[in-house]
């Protein structure tokens, strides 16, 4: 299930055209985290849907 997590935020991600700095900012802001490899697996599911209610 992670894995597909994974991929799909990198897909959002890809779409947006956020920078892997980007995306750390934001975990951090948001997680208080550096890597999408330390969030729960809940988390991930926040970020991905922020990320797909992004545009």
């Known amino acids: 299930m992670t894995d597909n997590l994974m991929s799909q935020i990198d897909a959002e991600m ?21 890597s999408r490899l330390l969030l729960t697996e809940e988390e991930l599911d926040n970020f991905l849907l922020f990320l797909q209610l992004s545009d």
């Open 14 to 34: 890809q779409r947006l055209g956020w920078t892997v700095d980007q995306g750390r900012e934001h975990l951090l802001k948001y997680y208080g985290k550096r």
